[in-house]
Protein backbone atom coordinates (compact mmCIF):
# COMPACT_ATOMS: atom_id res chain seq x y z
CA UNK A 1 0.00 0.00 0.00
CA UNK A 2 1.84 3.18 -1.44
CA UNK A 3 -0.19 5.93 0.59
CA UNK A 4 1.07 9.29 -0.52
CA UNK A 5 3.37 9.35 -3.42
CA UNK A 6 5.21 12.20 -4.37
CA UNK A 7 7.61 12.71 -7.27
CA UNK A 8 10.28 14.22 -7.75
CA UNK A 9 12.15 14.11 -4.17
CA UNK A 10 14.72 16.28 -5.60
CA UNK A 11 14.93 19.25 -7.62
CA UNK A 12 16.96 22.06 -8.63
CA UNK A 13 15.61 25.10 -10.70
CA UNK A 14 16.87 28.60 -11.33
CA UNK A 15 15.08 31.63 -11.05
CA UNK A 16 12.43 32.10 -13.86
CA UNK A 17 11.97 28.30 -14.21
CA UNK A 18 8.83 26.42 -13.86
CA UNK A 19 8.02 23.38 -12.65
CA UNK A 20 5.25 20.40 -11.26
CA UNK A 21 5.41 18.85 -8.45
CA UNK A 22 2.94 15.37 -8.32
CA UNK A 23 0.82 13.97 -5.84
CA UNK A 24 -1.23 10.93 -5.82
CA UNK A 25 -2.83 8.63 -2.95
CA UNK A 26 -4.62 5.58 -3.12
CA UNK A 27 -6.31 5.69 -0.35
CA UNK A 28 -9.12 6.91 -2.02
CA UNK A 29 -9.02 9.85 0.28
CA UNK A 30 -11.39 13.20 -0.55
CA UNK A 31 -9.16 15.99 0.94
CA UNK A 32 -5.60 16.83 -0.24
CA UNK A 33 -3.31 19.67 0.42
CA UNK A 34 0.53 21.34 -0.38
CA UNK A 35 2.53 22.36 2.40
CA UNK A 36 5.73 23.79 2.58
CA UNK A 37 8.30 23.36 5.40
CA UNK A 38 11.33 25.58 6.43
CA UNK A 39 13.61 25.81 9.37
CA UNK A 40 12.03 27.34 11.95
CA UNK A 41 8.58 27.98 10.26
CA UNK A 42 7.08 24.97 10.51
CA UNK A 43 4.69 23.47 8.09
CA UNK A 44 2.46 26.05 6.42
CA UNK A 45 -0.32 25.84 4.54
CA UNK A 46 -0.44 26.28 0.65
CA UNK A 47 -3.46 25.28 -1.10
CA UNK A 48 -6.11 22.58 -0.12
CA UNK A 49 -8.55 20.28 -1.95
CA UNK A 50 -11.38 19.65 -0.06
CA UNK A 51 -12.91 17.06 -2.57
CA UNK A 52 -12.40 17.04 -6.11
CA UNK A 53 -12.90 19.91 -8.56
CA UNK A 54 -12.35 22.24 -5.55
CA UNK A 55 -9.60 23.99 -4.55
CA UNK A 56 -8.70 26.78 -1.93
CA UNK A 57 -5.91 28.80 -0.97
CA UNK A 58 -3.65 28.43 2.30
CA UNK A 59 -1.63 30.54 4.35
CA UNK A 60 0.82 30.80 2.03
CA UNK A 61 -0.70 30.61 -1.66
CA UNK A 62 1.39 33.09 -3.08
CA UNK A 63 3.66 32.04 -6.61
CA UNK A 64 1.73 28.69 -6.68
CA UNK A 65 -1.15 27.41 -8.45
CA UNK A 66 -2.76 24.11 -8.06
CA UNK A 67 -4.84 21.34 -10.00
CA UNK A 68 -6.96 18.26 -8.31
CA UNK A 69 -6.69 16.39 -11.67
CA UNK A 70 -9.04 13.84 -9.91
CA UNK A 71 -9.51 12.20 -6.66
CA UNK A 72 -6.34 10.45 -6.48
CA UNK A 73 -4.01 13.27 -8.04
CA UNK A 74 -3.34 16.75 -6.42
CA UNK A 75 -0.18 18.85 -8.40
CA UNK A 76 1.48 21.83 -7.00
CA UNK A 77 2.69 24.33 -9.64
CA UNK A 78 5.61 27.02 -9.72
CA UNK A 79 5.09 29.34 -12.76
CA UNK A 80 8.11 31.68 -11.65
CA UNK A 81 10.62 30.14 -9.45
CA UNK A 82 11.92 32.49 -6.97
CA UNK A 83 14.84 31.49 -4.26
CA UNK A 84 12.70 32.28 -1.43
CA UNK A 85 10.48 29.03 -2.86
CA UNK A 86 13.28 26.77 -1.91
CA UNK A 87 11.99 24.39 0.67
CA UNK A 88 10.55 20.84 1.16
CA UNK A 89 7.05 20.36 -0.23
CA UNK A 90 4.90 18.07 1.50
CA UNK A 91 1.80 16.56 -0.08
CA UNK A 92 -0.95 14.96 2.70
CA UNK A 93 -4.52 13.22 2.39
CA UNK A 94 -7.24 12.89 4.58
CA UNK A 95 -10.93 11.82 4.68
CA UNK A 96 -13.50 14.42 5.23
CA UNK A 97 -14.65 11.63 8.17
CA UNK A 98 -11.37 10.47 9.55
CA UNK A 99 -9.52 13.48 10.08
CA UNK A 100 -6.02 12.19 10.33
CA UNK A 101 -3.79 14.21 7.48
CA UNK A 102 -1.36 11.43 5.81
CA UNK A 103 1.72 12.60 4.57
CA UNK A 104 4.20 11.76 1.59
CA UNK A 105 8.03 11.56 1.91
CA UNK A 106 8.39 15.05 0.94
CA UNK A 107 10.23 17.10 -2.46
CA UNK A 108 13.51 18.87 -1.63
CA UNK A 109 13.02 21.71 -3.72
CA UNK A 110 16.43 24.72 -4.40
CA UNK A 111 16.23 27.31 -6.78
CA UNK A 112 18.91 29.27 -7.49
CA UNK B 1 1.17 35.72 18.65
CA UNK B 2 0.92 32.35 16.40
CA UNK B 3 -2.08 30.54 16.46
CA UNK B 4 0.01 27.09 18.17
CA UNK B 5 2.99 27.33 20.20
CA UNK B 6 5.21 24.67 20.82
CA UNK B 7 8.91 24.69 22.48
CA UNK B 8 11.58 23.97 19.46
CA UNK B 9 14.02 22.46 22.03
CA UNK B 10 16.49 20.39 21.56
CA UNK B 11 15.10 18.66 24.54
CA UNK B 12 17.66 16.21 25.36
CA UNK B 13 16.98 13.01 28.13
CA UNK B 14 18.19 10.17 28.99
CA UNK B 15 17.47 6.58 27.25
CA UNK B 16 14.05 5.41 29.96
CA UNK B 17 12.87 8.60 31.01
CA UNK B 18 9.26 9.70 30.66
CA UNK B 19 9.62 12.66 27.84
CA UNK B 20 6.60 15.65 28.10
CA UNK B 21 5.93 17.77 24.97
CA UNK B 22 3.64 20.12 24.76
CA UNK B 23 1.71 22.59 22.92
CA UNK B 24 -0.57 26.00 23.50
CA UNK B 25 -2.87 27.03 21.17
CA UNK B 26 -5.49 30.02 21.39
CA UNK B 27 -7.97 29.01 18.14
CA UNK B 28 -10.96 28.04 20.40
CA UNK B 29 -12.27 26.26 17.43
CA UNK B 30 -9.90 23.76 16.82
CA UNK B 31 -11.07 20.13 17.91
CA UNK B 32 -9.09 18.03 16.61
CA UNK B 33 -5.69 17.23 17.87
CA UNK B 34 -2.79 15.31 16.75
CA UNK B 35 0.74 14.42 16.78
CA UNK B 36 3.76 13.37 14.65
CA UNK B 37 7.12 12.04 14.60
CA UNK B 38 9.28 13.24 11.80
CA UNK B 39 12.86 11.43 11.50
CA UNK B 40 15.32 13.57 9.24
CA UNK B 41 14.66 13.93 5.45
CA UNK B 42 11.68 12.29 5.73
CA UNK B 43 7.70 13.12 6.05
CA UNK B 44 5.49 13.77 8.94
CA UNK B 45 4.36 10.60 10.09
CA UNK B 46 0.69 10.09 12.51
CA UNK B 47 1.60 9.30 16.04
CA UNK B 48 -1.97 10.01 18.08
CA UNK B 49 -5.10 11.87 17.35
CA UNK B 50 -7.45 13.03 19.99
CA UNK B 51 -10.83 14.45 19.47
CA UNK B 52 -12.18 17.42 21.91
CA UNK B 53 -10.53 16.93 25.47
CA UNK B 54 -9.49 13.83 27.39
CA UNK B 55 -6.83 11.11 27.07
CA UNK B 56 -5.68 8.63 24.83
CA UNK B 57 -2.90 6.08 25.23
CA UNK B 58 -1.54 3.99 23.00
CA UNK B 59 1.21 1.77 23.39
CA UNK B 60 4.21 3.84 25.46
CA UNK B 61 2.58 7.30 24.40
CA UNK B 62 -0.04 9.02 25.92
CA UNK B 63 -1.85 12.07 24.64
CA UNK B 64 -3.72 14.79 26.55
CA UNK B 65 -5.70 17.59 25.56
CA UNK B 66 -7.46 20.32 27.83
CA UNK B 67 -9.35 22.75 26.02
CA UNK B 68 -10.11 24.79 28.82
CA UNK B 69 -6.63 25.95 29.33
CA UNK B 70 -5.87 25.27 25.17
CA UNK B 71 -2.76 23.07 25.97
CA UNK B 72 -2.67 19.83 24.47
CA UNK B 73 0.72 17.39 25.58
CA UNK B 74 2.56 14.13 24.69
CA UNK B 75 3.53 11.73 26.84
CA UNK B 76 6.66 8.48 25.68
CA UNK B 77 7.19 6.41 28.64
CA UNK B 78 10.32 4.11 28.39
CA UNK B 79 11.84 6.62 25.15
CA UNK B 80 14.26 4.49 23.60
CA UNK B 81 17.17 6.14 21.33
CA UNK B 82 14.70 5.47 18.11
CA UNK B 83 12.25 8.10 19.41
CA UNK B 84 14.90 10.12 18.80
CA UNK B 85 13.07 12.91 16.48
CA UNK B 86 11.23 15.74 15.41
CA UNK B 87 7.15 15.87 16.96
CA UNK B 88 4.72 18.27 15.60
CA UNK B 89 1.74 19.01 17.12
CA UNK B 90 -1.06 19.61 14.50
CA UNK B 91 -4.96 21.05 14.79
CA UNK B 92 -7.83 21.86 12.82
CA UNK B 93 -11.70 22.59 13.20
CA UNK B 94 -14.59 20.93 11.85
CA UNK B 95 -14.07 21.48 8.22
CA UNK B 96 -11.48 19.93 5.86
CA UNK B 97 -9.33 23.27 5.61
CA UNK B 98 -5.86 21.91 6.46
CA UNK B 99 -3.84 21.67 9.51
CA UNK B 100 -2.25 24.38 11.60
CA UNK B 101 0.90 22.68 13.11
CA UNK B 102 3.58 24.04 15.66
CA UNK B 103 6.91 24.17 14.61
CA UNK B 104 7.60 20.91 16.27
CA UNK B 105 10.55 19.90 19.29
CA UNK B 106 13.53 18.18 18.70
CA UNK B 107 13.86 15.28 20.79
CA UNK B 108 16.80 13.85 21.46
CA UNK B 109 17.27 10.51 23.41
CA UNK B 110 20.82 9.80 25.12
CA UNK B 111 21.76 5.49 25.38
Known amino acids: NAGVTQTPKFQVLKTGQSMTLQCAQD?????MYWYRQDPGMGLRLIYY???????DKGEVPNGYNVSRLNKREFSLRLESAAPSQTSVYFC???????????FGQGTRLTVV | QKEVEQDPGPLSVPEGAIVSLNCTYS??????FMWYRQYSRKGPELLMY????GNKEDGRFTAQVDKSSKYISLFIRDSQPSDSATYLC???????????FGKGTHLIIQP
Open chain 2, 90 to 100: AMRGGGADGLT
Open chain 1, 27 to 31: MNHNS
Open chain 1, 92 to 102: ASSSIMNTEAF
Open chain 2, 27 to 32: NSAFQY
Open chain 2, 50 to 53: TYSS
Open chain 1, 49 to 55: SASEGTT
